[in-house]
Each structure stands twice: as structure tokens, then as C-alpha cells.
């Protein structure tokens, strides 16, 4: 349970970093505001068009007597639209980190120099559109496992009492976890970690990943709280993906030499 309070504090320190060097976070807003404003036509355009599309997919229900039909349609209307919810959350990150790639390259990049005790970064060696390639890759490929998941959470909602209480406590860890793999993978890719191997990683310390992850994903169902947390989201994940390869830090360093020198 200690790895719960541990990973809420990688989520703090993150925000905390990015506070203190304004102009990675400034940068670090910009992939984020082009996904929300992507995300939020999509929406748009269901809530306008979303029954009229069901209306179109289900043809047979036109003979349907008054209100099953009505009934029918709009129940439908209302899972597309909260499918669609889910997946905007799970998938927001993906691409926004995808738009991003650049930036939050760069800003991983600086927050491992900060904290590194010589004061260097772990480098990829690869060109840009290898490292566009291989998240736009690894990141399709979480995005499928989180929809198989919404889609069996999503049916399991229907079972009495735990489909109200259970499910959605489950789906919140589950999407935590997808968005701490999606975010701590800005650094882990850096470093040469295959997605098989980041999984294993994250699976290792399930109570760290969720102690990041599931606040992140309550903090990202507010409209707009998504964008403003993305930076330093990425900061903290980075600082936990060190953590996870048992990378030591310049603080630590430092806390184990006056340790010492307190015990001489």
C-alpha cells in the first residue's frame, strides 16, 4: 500500500517541476489545446448527429409501436455518447502525446537532467519519425487493450448491484493504468524499453502505477483539466519511470551522503 502514496507523490512532484520552469510547461500546453479542440468537434458532432446515426443503424426498430422505438434509440444514444466519453479519456492521452512528441521529447528530456546526478539524459539515438512511428505503434496498440476493456466493463455494468458500485471503481484503475503506460512512456521509450517490457514494468508495481494513474483519470473527467495537468504529467511520469529501472536521483544522492555523515 506504501507504492499508492508513492506514486500520488510522482503526480505531485511532476506538477511541482513543471511549475518551477514555466516556459517547458507554456510549451508543454500546446499539443493538448490542439487534441481538446479535435476531441471536443468529435463530441460535438455526435451529441448533434448521434441519433440520427442510430436512427440510420437501426432501421428495424421503425415499425416499432409507440415509445419502444423512442425508447430504444435513445438508450442506444446514450451508450454511444458515454463509449465515446471513455474512449476520448483513455484515448486523450495517446494523442495528445502523438501530437506532442517534440515537446514532451524535450521536456522528459529536461526533467531527467535535472534530477540525474551527473546531469545527463538517456537519448534514443533514433531519428524523429522512428520515435513518431513507434509511439504512433505502441500507442494504437494500448489504445485496443483499453477498448477491450471499456467494452467488458461497459457490458459487466448491466450486472445488478456490483455493475453500479464495483465496475466503475474497476474501470477507473484500469484507466489509470493504461494512462500511466502511455505517459511514462515518453521516457521509457527513450531509454530502449519495448512496450512488452514497459507492461511488465508496470504490472511489477500495480499499486505505484494505480497511486499515479487513477487520480489522473478522476482529474481528467473535468473538461479542461486534462490540458493544464498534461505537462506535468508527463514530468512525474518520468520521474516514476526512473523509479521503475531503479535510476537513482541527485536528491537521493545527497540524502544518503548527509545520512552518513550523521552517522560518522
Same mark, same amino acid.
Given at each position: 500500500?506504501?507504492? #499508492?502514496?508513492?506514486?500520488?507523490?510522482?503526480?505531485?512532484?511532476?506538477?511541482?517541476?513543471?511549475?518551477?520552469?514555466?516556459?517547458?510547461?507554456?510549451?508543454?500546453?500546446?499539443?493538448?489545446?490542439?487534441?481538446?479542440?479535435?476531441?471536443?468537434?468529435?463530441?460535438?458532432?455526435?451529441?448533434?448527429?448521434?441519433?440520427?446515426?442510430?436512427?440510420?443503424?437501426?432501421?428495424?426498430?421503425?415499425?416499432?409501436?409507440?415509445?419502444?422505438?423512442?425508447?430504444?434509440?435513445?438508450?442506444?444514444?446514450?451508450?454511444?455518447?458515454?463509449?465515446? #466519453?471513455?474512449?476520448?479519456?483513455?484515448?486523450?492521452?495517446?494523442?495528445? #502525446?502523438?501530437?506532442?512528441?517534440?515537446?514532451?521529447?524535450?521536456?522528459?528530456?529536461?526533467?531527467?537532467?535535472?534530477?540525474?546526478?551527473?546531469?545527463?539524459?538517456?537519448?534514443?539515438?533514433?531519428?524523429?519519425?522512428?520515435?513518431?512511428?513507434?509511439?504512433?505503434?505502441?500507442?494504437?496498440?494500448?489504445?485496443?487493450?483499453?477498448?477491450?476493456?471499456?467494452?467488458?466493463?461497459?457490458?459487466?455494468?448491466?450486472?445488478?448491484?456490483?455493475?453500479?458500485?464495483?465496475?466503475?471503481?474497476?474501470?477507473?484503475?484500469?484507466?489509470?493504468?493504461?494512462l500511466t503506460?502511455?505517459?511514462?512512456? =515518453?521516457?521509457?521509450?527513450?531509454?530502449?524499453?519495448?512496450?512488452?517490457?514497459? #507492461?511488465?514494468?508496470?504490472?511489477?508495481?500495480?499499486?505505484?502505477?494505480?497511486?499515479?494513474?487513477?487520480?489522473?483519470?478522476?482529474?481528467?473527467? =473535468?473538461?479542461?483539466?486534462?490540458?493544464?495537468?498534461?505537462?506535468?504529467?508527463?514530468?512525474?511520469?518520468t520521474l516514476?519511470?526512473?523509479?521503475?529501472?531503479?535510476?537513482?536521483?541527485?536528491?537521493?544522492d545527497d540524502?544518503?551522503?548527509?545520512?552518513?555523515?550523521?552517522?560518522?
Open positions: 500500500m506504501r507504492d #499508492l502514496g508513492v506514486g500520488f507523490r510522482y503526480l505531485l512532484k511532476g506538477q511541482r517541476w513543471v511549475a518551477q520552469h514555466g516556459r517547458q510547461y507554456g510549451f508543454g500546453l500546446l499539443p493538448g489545446l490542439i487534441t481538446l479542440v479535435l476531441y471536443g468537434a468529435v463530441l460535438v458532432a455526435l451529441a448533434v448527429w448521434g441519433e440520427d446515426a442510430v436512427a440510420w443503424a437501426t432501421p428495424f426498430a421503425d415499425d416499432w409501436s409507440s415509445p419502444w422505438a423512442g425508447l430504444f434509440r435513445g438508450f442506444l444514444t446514450a451508450v454511444l455518447f458515454a463509449l465515446a #466519453l471513455l474512449l476520448s479519456v483513455v484515448t486523450f492521452t495517446a494523442v495528445t #502525446l502523438l501530437v506532442g512528441q517534440p515537446f514532451y521529447e524535450n521536456l522528459s528530456e529536461k526533467v531527467d537532467r535535472d534530477v540525474s546526478p551527473d546531469g545527463t539524459a538517456p537519448e534514443s539515438g533514433l531519428p524523429l519519425w522512428r520515435d513518431l512511428w513507434i509511439s504512433a505503434r505502441d500507442g494504437l496498440r494500448i489504445v485496443l487493450r483499453a477498448a477491450v476493456w471499456g467494452v467488458l466493463l461497459f457490458a459487466c455494468g448491466f450486472l445488478p448491484v456490483v455493475g453500479q458500485t464495483a465496475v466503475p471503481v474497476i474501470g477507473f484503475f484500469v484507466t489509470g493504468f493504461f503506460e502511455e505517459l511514462t512512456s =515518453v521516457a521509457l521509450q527513450r531509454r530502449g524499453v519495448v512496450l512488452r517490457d514497459r #507492461l511488465a514494468l508496470l504490472r511489477a508495481r500495480r499499486t505505484l502505477v494505480w497511486g499515479f494513474g487513477t487520480p489522473l483519470a478522476l482529474a481528467f473527467l =473535468v473538461p479542461f483539466v486534462a490540458v493544464f495537468l498534461m505537462p506535468g504529467a508527463v514530468a512525474g511520469a516514476m519511470a526512473r523509479d521503475l529501472l531503479g535510476e537513482r536521483t541527485a536528491e537521493e540524502e544518503d551522503r548527509e545520512r552518513k555523515g550523521v552517522t560518522r
